[in-house]
């Protein structure tokens, strides 16, 4: 069973300061990983995700992870936040396994509960 | 190119209604997915197609069915609505699974009295 923690459901930064939002999983196998975007009345989108080629991770909008697996986490981080960057953040693990492969895979994401960004001008 | 597309964007319900909220892609993705996203509780997967004319169950799939009859659209039913399913839907899909990403709806926000 795959899972994902999410440390701090609400998380305060000023603007132009360093942005970090945490995100460990457990996985039985070698996981992809994922973090989304979603503004206010919106759908979710992909900001950046692994699977399993370089370790550190260049998505939109300036962020990026690095993916730790002595760790099992996988945080996102920004240099310096922008009021636009306020909105909720989900990281989200899958492992990797599809039916074709194993005969008993997963087409599952599981989600984390979400991290709400404030940045304070 | 619309991506996906979701009908209706706001529904009120009352318990024991029927409705069918509609799932639209046009990007010929074979994935598709419906998810509940309530407060503190991120998404929760309910059900999901891996092609034209098949479904799965997902997470919490109780009280909902699926329907696949075409490669573009994924049906939710709701059949006997409970309080319990007030939440926001989301629709998504995929041209792979798990390791490609998933386009998401604007989503359809759920209220049953």
């Known amino acids: 069973a795959q899972s994902v923690t999410q440390l701090g459901s609400h998380v305060s930064v000023s603007e132009g300061a360093l942005v970090l939002l945490r995100c460990n999983y457990s996985s039985s196998v070698p996981p992809y990983l994922f973090w989304y975007v979603q503004y206010p009345n919106q759908g979710l989108q992909l900001l950046l995700k692994?699977?399993?080629?370089?370790?550190l991770v260049k998505g939109i909008n300036g962020f990026e992870a690095e993916f730790k697996k002595s760790e099992t986490s996988f945080h996102l981080t920004k240099p310096s936040a922008h009021m636009s960057d306020a909105a909720e953040y989900f990281c989200?693990?899958?492992?990797?396994?599809?039916?074709?492969?194993?005969?008993?895979?997963?087409?599952?994401?599981?989600f984390g509960k979400g991290t709400k960004l404030s940045v304070i001008p | 190119n619309a991506g996906v597309t979701q009908t209706p964007k706001f529904r009120v319900l009352k318990t024991g209604q029927s409705m069918t909220l509609l799932c639209a892609q046009d990007m010929n993705h074979e994935y598709m997915y419906w998810y509940r996203q309530d407060p503190g509780m991120g998404l929760r997967l309910i059900h999901y197609s891996v092609g034209e004319g098949t479904t799965a169950k997902g997470e919490v799939p109780d009280g909902y069915n699926v329907s696949r009859l075409k490669k573009q659209n994924f049906l939710l039913g709701l059949e006997s609505a409970a309080p319990s399913q007030t939440s926001v839907y989301f629709c998504a899909s995929s041209y792979y699974p798990l390791s490609y990403e998933q386009y998401f709806g604007p989503g359809t926000r759920l209220t049953v009295t």
């Open positions: 989200a693990v899958s492992d990797g396994r599809t039916r074709a492969h194993s005969g008993a895979g997963s087409y599952q994401l599981t």
């Open positions: 692994y699977t399993s080629a370089a370790t």
